[in-house]
């Protein structure tokens, strides 16, 4: 099994390979199972089965599932305080189902293909990339570009997001441009196009799950990686298991999971979920709830800047004098975060807070701020970053879109000073 996933659940799916003609359910199960009688031999316990979500979540902790099917699970702000996200803190977006070999933990013989306008085709091995290119390990955020959709108003279609589609793990794997130049690009390259190996919902063999894609020179930016690892261990199975891809800066749903393939385009990539109103935005402001027309769309490249309070969670009660700490992470898709600002006054006044550096370019940056309070009741805590152009958090939604992507609101919390 991949790192991530407890010993319950390997034994579970061992268990579960060895349900034969003498096995019960109930042990299976490891409960009582009343109509144990009436079930069919060979049929797979809904409980096991992937549309349920519950043996998949098993290697996570106190992530809010938003669906089951895809499986898609975001994470409480409060849970998201550590400088390196864990795997179990991750979240998770499936646009498909997750393949059977990340779930067997299964590596052998993959190899990703880099194919189309390069002088040179290549097919790698794991084993090749660990040993023909310089290995680089960096704290990345993944944030999906549907994240915050759940504050605009009037409400868009998607997996309501709030603050916990993202996360800063760190990663290890090659450059992807190192990868790119070894195949040798020619001039005619427009686009990258990625491939994996997840299985559409449908379960039709002959649809994508997802293909998306990056400008040719966002690709061969130093900061993409091509990784094998995930804090040190095996990327886990809900992650991308073998090998997926990083770009940080853009939506994370340019970063492959199960990756296979990298197709390099002489124009725009027009892959799964490329085209239409997916990941896409209007190419001008419209008001709320406007139906804007395909050609006016605009593929989302840069995510804007955006921060989190991590502690304390919000609800909570302090005493009402002395100060106390708040913190949190602050990133960009341009760069580094200039600054990070917290108010206690609903937005009047605004402190600045300490900021520390990226330990890498599009690591997230943690902030704390020592706050009081002037007597007893109800605080609000709002933390707002500002990126390197000086653009900062918006205290309400930013643009609407038909799609609700890119929403970085600016994060409160409830605080009862007591
Ligand atoms: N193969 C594959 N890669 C994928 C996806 C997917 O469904 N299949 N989802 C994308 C999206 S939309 C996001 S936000 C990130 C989520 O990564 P995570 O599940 O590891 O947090 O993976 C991206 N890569
Ligand atoms: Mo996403």
Redesign the pocket.
């Known amino acids: 099994m991949t790192d991530g996933f407890p010993s319950d659940t390997d034994h579970g799916r061992r268990r579960l390979l060895g349900i034969g003609a003498g096995t019960t359910l109930g042990a299976v199960l490891g409960m009582v199972v009343p109509f144990e009688k009436n079930w069919p031999r060979g049929l797979i316990p809904a409980a096991f089965a992937q549309d349920t979500g519950m043996d998949l979540m098993a290697g996570k902790s106190g992530l809010i599932v938003l669906s089951d099917r895809?499986l898609n699970a975001e994470t409480p702000a409060h849970l998201l305080d550590d400088d390196i996200t864990p795997a179990e803190r991750?979240?998770?977006?499936?646009?498909?189902l997750v393949p059977q070999t990340a779930l067997d933990g299964n590596a052998e013989g993959w190899t990703l293909t880099i194919d189309g306008e390069v002088d040179t085709p290549l097919s790698l091995t794991i084993a090749d990339l660990q040993s023909k290119f310089e290995t680089v390990t960096r704290r990345l955020v993944?944030e999906?570009?549907g994240n915050g959709r759940a504050f605009f108003q009037p409400g868009t279609s998607g997996n309501q997001w709030t603050m916990g589609?993202v996360?800063c793990p760190e990663w290890t794997g090659v450059r992807l441009a190192d990868v790119l130049k070894a195949a040798g690009v020619k001039s005619s390259a427009v686009y990258t196009g990625h491939y994996?190996n997840?299985p559409h919902l449908s379960g039709d063999d002959g649809k994508d799950?997802?293909s998306r894609g990056v400008p040719i020179e966002k690709a061969m930016e130093d900061d993409a990686i091509i990784a094998w690892a995930m804090n040190g261990e095996p990327i886990p199975a809900?992650?991308?298991f073998p090998l997926?891809l990083l770009v940080p800066g853009y939506?994370?749903?340019v970063?492959?999971?199960?990756l296979t393939r990298i197709w390099v385009r002489d124009q725009v990539h027009d892959g799964e979920k490329m085209t239409g109103y997916s990941y896409r935005m209007p190419a001008y402001p419209v008001p709320p709830g406007t139906e804007v027309p395909e050609e006016d769309m605009v593929i989302m490249t840069e995510m804007p800047v955006k921060s989190i309070i991590t502690f304390p969670q919000t609800g909570g009660a302090v005493a009402a004098d002395g100060t106390h700490e708040v913190r949190g992470h602050a990133w960009a898709g341009n760069g580094d975060v200039a600054a990070v600002h917290v108010s206690t006054d609903f937005g009047q006044t605004w402190q600045e807070a300490a900021l520390d550096a990226a330990p890498n370019r599009f690591a997230w940056q943690r902030w704390r701020a020592n706050i009081s309070f002037p007597m007893a009741g109800y605080y609000e805590v709002w933390a707002r970053a500002t990126d390197m152009n000086g653009v900062a958090q918006p205290p309400v939604s930013p643009a609407w879109n038909p799609r609700g992507y890119a929403n970085n609101i600016q994060h409160r919390i409830a605080i009862l000073a007591e």
Do not use: E, W
Not at 90 to 96: C, T
């Open positions: 895809p991750m979240f998770v977006r499936m646009n498909g993944l999906c570009g589609a996360g994996g997840d799950t997802i809900l992650h991308g997926r939506p994370g749903s970063a492959h999971k199960y």
